[in-house]
């Protein structure tokens, strides 16, 4: 046996297994995605702009609730998506994200439970934005919690894969929840809060 006979590039090993277009989880009511031959890959960055209501925003008038979306966004892009690909694509060949815009019915600073969890994303091709409407803060945050899953991880930058993708999505069940059962199990401050982060991940939204 030649000893070269199982030498096969890691990067192409994972390139291969990659699913053709990015799965969201839970799986959204509808989700339509771009099925060319040869689909478009967008760049997202900390350049993209963000708008509220037609209103840009600056960093230092963002809501509490709208700081958290971006970390959920660009936490999972950096730390879930590290697999490496586009090997042989330059990043300054692909288009970059210009900007997310969200239409918010109800921009509250606070999201009670039981408050309006459906949304809508729409990415446009050709002008490369994307426009989220959803009739709460609730529900503008599911949709970058949905985001952040459709994002993949190239060699030093971010891009959205089947650009443009479209999705319409509300919860089956308002009560999706998780119990800890703290009486007979001990668990630490930072497990908990890594539970909490899991429970957003995966749209529930009631902690026992």
Same mark, same amino acid.
């Given at each position: 046996?030649? /000893? *070269? ?5 890691? *990067?192409? #090993?994972?390139?291969?297994?990659? !699913? ?7 799986? !959204?009511? +509808?989700?339509? &995605?771009? +099925?060319? *031959?040869?689909?478009?890959?967008? #760049?997202?960055?900390?350049? +993209? ?6 209103? !840009?925003? %600056?960093?230092?008038? #963002? ?5 958290? %979306? ?5 936490? /999972? ?12 694509e330059?990043?300054?060949?692909? !288009? ?9 019915? /109800? ?13 809508? #994303? ?10 989220? +409407? ?8 599911? %949709? ?7 994002v993949?991880?190239?060699?030093g ?7 443009p ?15 800890? *059962?703290?009486?007979?199990? &001990? ?18 939204n009631?902690?026992?």
């Amino acid at each position: 046996m030649h /000893e *070269d006979t199982f030498h096969v590039p890691i *990067d192409k #090993i994972f390139h291969d297994c990659e !699913p053709r277009v990015p799965m969201p989880w839970p799986q !959204p009511t +509808t989700i339509k &995605y771009n +099925t060319a *031959d040869e689909p478009t890959r967008v #760049i997202v960055s900390t350049e +993209t702009a963000f708008v509220i209501n037609d209103e !840009p925003i %600056a960093s230092a008038e #963002i809501s509490d609730w709208f700081r958290d %979306a971006l970390g959920i966004l660009f936490q /999972e892009i950096s730390t879930v998506q590290n697999i490496p690909r586009l090997e042989s694509e330059a990043i300054d060949t692909l !288009p970059q994200l210009a900007s997310i815009n969200f239409i918010i019915a /109800e921009n509250n600073d606070q999201i009670p439970y039981g408050d309006n969890e459906k949304y809508s #994303i729409a990415m446009n091709d050709g002008l490369y934005t994307i426009d989220i +409407t959803a009739p709460s803060s609730f529900g503008a945050l599911r %949709a970058m919690q949905t985001l952040a899953q459709l994002v993949r991880r190239g060699h030093g930058f971010n891009y959205i894969p089947n650009f443009p993708i479209t999705i319409e999505d509300k919860p089956k069940f308002p009560h999706r929840g998780l119990l800890l *059962d703290t009486a007979r199990e &001990y668990y630490h401050v930072s497990t908990i809060k890594n539970i909490v982060r899991f429970l957003g991940a995966n749209k529930l939204n009631v902690l026992h």
